[in-house]
């Protein structure tokens, strides 16, 4: 409406019409409309597009041959339309830290840079494009779905699991929706694609002629590209390290998947020809995420670890495999294939298990089998009270336990999303400090001293 557009909106829930109406958007029942009067159909990322079913209206648009796009292709036409460049990062896991991270870099040089897409700040909220002016943009498959021209300036693929199947179908799909972040790249345009796995391994093959290649591993030393092995990032050309640093100063980079993400980050920003100082100054200072390995507190020798944004198991292996001594807040409305690929980490660095939610019952018969203590507490309240508990014993005795919130689930049984569920999380944190005296300086000084010991 603000570029001049003709706006018929609809939302089939009643509630999200009261929200339009309230804001000024004129509301048309679009089963009343006749399409081919339409330049295109704009659906909001999660309405169905392909599956299970499309949606009503993406079939009264086809039917019409009507574009069906989403917000991100009109911004994209918008970027390109006024001289200004996009950095583009999507990923089963790791997409926001990622984003965030090559926000906060370009934010040290002083760069005209702005963060938004599916990391929280919707496309159209960002400032106006204009020439010179940076966006970095997180993009889940819905949106690369609906974005059929996109085209990023440097594109990021950091890695490819199963997700999402009951939108796309299939795992080949879901890849493949991935995969085409890049299509429409030419000459000029930069692809960063990890080869850690096959998926992404194919993306990269298949990336445009004449389009920059950067791979990124953390599992080999590369002729060209960027590896992080063991914390260690170095930048190589022609088979030698020509720049690089240690990510065990960058506190919010610690473990596997985050040397991921520092990988990526970094030749990102070495495609938009950055400094390499100053890009390990930005990530020795980056913050992090909240809801992501977030430490929110440490209580009478307990420390607390908020990773609501683990919604599947892949994302919940990464915080399982960076801690030791954990008591695990697991469960949720549980994701395909469940917490089976989790069992031989939790029978490796979990001392017992605290299960929520939907999925608390099929949680509890895996982790039986694996001899894997449990309990089914079935809300957050409980779960956090029990480990604190059990937990605080532990401490007592010299001990450095971990209550680790990856619950390797979505949220909506019991949270209308992830962060929600870490808030929740971190008030009840926060609520044990306050009745146990817990200060802020007192957790620093035991943080200090317990780092590095509770963590693999």
Known sequence: ??????????????????????????????KTVDFSGLDALVLAPGVPLTHPVPHWTVRKAEEAGVPVIGDTEIFHAEVRARGGRIVAVTGTNGKSTTTALIGHVLSLFKLDAHVGGNIGRAVFSLPEPRPGR??????????????????????????????????????????????RLFARQREGDVAVIS???????????RVPEGVRRMPFSIERLLDEGVCAINGVLQERQHGKTVRGMDLSTARALRGRHNWQNAAAAWAACRALKLDAAMIARGFVTFPGLAHRMEEVGLVEGVRFINDSKATNADAAARSLSTFSGIHWIAGGRAKAGGIEPLVALAKENVRHAWLIGEAAADF????KRAHVPFDVVETMERAVERAFAAAQREAAGGENPVVLLAPACASFDQYPSFEARGEHFRALVEALKERTGATGKQDAARAAATQTDNMT
């Open 1 to 30: 409406m603000a570029g001049g557009a003709e706006v018929l909106a609809w939302d089939d829930g009643t509630a999200g019409r009261e929200r339009a109406r309230e804001a000024g958007v004129p509301l048309v029942d679009l």
């Open 134 to 179: 940076t966006y970095v943009i997180e993009m889940s498959s819905f949106q690369i779905d609906l974005s059929p021209t996109f085209r990023p300036d440097v594109g990021v693929l950091l890695n490819v699991t199963p997700d999402h199947l009951d939108r796309h179908g299939s795992l080949e799909n879901y890849a493949a929706v991935k995969a």
């Open 195 to 205: 080869v850690d796995d096959a998926f992404c391994r194919e993306a990269l093959a």
């Open 364 to 367: 509890a018969e895996t982790l």
